[in-house]
């Protein structure tokens, strides 16, 4: 079996290459913001309870594959739905 690793080196890798974890699940997480209460507030939390944020409108969010940062970006409206559009990948140190 051919691995990535067999490949000549200075072919250039195409999503072909990756083919084998196309059916893979992963979790994605865009992270609007941050809050800190205490328990007895959490608690008396409502449908409907709007919750201050450590973010502003215009700040860029946090996008995490299997809770690793990998991107942030800017929530946009799509046809009345909230989407993600990524501004910036971020590169892994591995």
Known sequence: METLGDRDQGQPRTAAD????????????????????????LLRLAPGTLLKLDRKVGEAIDIYVNDRLVARGEVVLVEDKLGVTMTEIIKSDR
Request: proline content about 4%; hydrophobic content about 50%.
């Open 18 to 41: 990756l083919e084998a974890v196309f059916d893979v699940p992963v979790q994605i997480s865009a992270v609007l913001g941050h809050s800190r209460m205490h328990v007895s507030e």
